[in-house]
């Protein structure tokens, strides 16, 4: 069965700064992955999508992600963050019968 | 405009009753699906249908029961089994009928259960 590990529960990050939110799977095949952005008290939003082709994967609001098979990761960047980005935010693997397993996310905070 | 509508967004329960939660979609997706989310646990799978009439049980399914007569709609009932119901409650949908497996899943914005 796939699983997905994010190990960071919490970061903060100062308002332009960079961000890296780290997701390592786990799935025997080739995977399908997601990162989706959750604001308090709202669904899921996604972000990117990775499932096969070029390794680096452009996402909207100016994210991206980077699969790397050797090291069975799929962390989410962002350049410089602005403060709506403060959210949580899940990793997710898919597998060929349309389930997506989650991570436990990651809280976003974002200082002025 | 095409989406998903979770009904109500807050609702609370009395011991020992059942209560629904409401899930529509008007994306002519294929397959839903319902999950749990409580706080530093992530999303849990609860049921999911690939198809009318059609469910199968996820990782959490004991408590919950589902039905799926439309292709839009796919409520959720939560019995007076479920012992800790209190939980963010999101469904979800997707075209399963796509070329490539695994399109991404659409969410509601959720409904928020509580016990009185």
């Known amino acids: 069965a796939q699983s997905v590990t994010q190990p960071d529960i919490h970061i903060t990050v100062s308002e332009g700064a960079s961000l890296e939110l780290r997701c390592n799977y786990s799935?025997?095949?080739?995977?399908?992955l997601f990162w989706y952005v959750q604001s308090p008290g709202q669904g899921l939003q996604l972000l990117l999508k990775?499932?096969?082709?070029?390794?680096l994967v452009q996402g909207i609001k100016g994210f991206e992600a980077e699969f790397k098979r050797s090291q069975s990761s799929f962390n989410l960047r962002k350049p410089s963050v602005h403060w709506s980005d403060a959210a949580e935010y899940f990793c997710a693997v898919g597998s060929n019968d349309y389930k997506l397993s989650f991570g436990a996310g990651t809280t976003v905070t974002v200082r002025a | 405009d095409g989406g998903i509508t979770q009904s109500p967004k807050y609702l609370f329960r009395k011991e020992g009753q059942n209560v629904t939660l409401s899930c529509e979609q008007n994306?002519?997706?294929?397959?839903m699906y319902w999950y749990r989310q409580d706080p530093g646990q992530g999303l849990r799978l609860i049921y999911y249908?690939?198809?009318?009439?059609?469910?199968q049980k996820g990782d959490i399914a004991e408590g919950y029961s589902v039905s799926r007569e439309k292709k839009e709609s796919f409520p959720l009932t939560v019995t007076s089994a479920q012992k800790n119901p209190t939980a963010f409650y999101l469904c979800?949908?997707?075209?399963?009928?796509?070329?490539?497996?695994?399109?991404?899943?659409?969410f509601g914005d959720g409904t928020r259960l509580s016990i009185l």
């Open positions: 799935y025997g095949a080739t995977p399908y």
């Open positions: 994306l002519n997706h294929d397959a």
């Open positions: 990775y499932f096969s082709g070029d390794t």
């Open positions: 979800a949908s997707t075209n399963s009928r796509q070329a490539d497996q695994n399109q991404p899943q659409h």
């Open positions: 249908s690939q198809i009318v009439n059609d469910f």
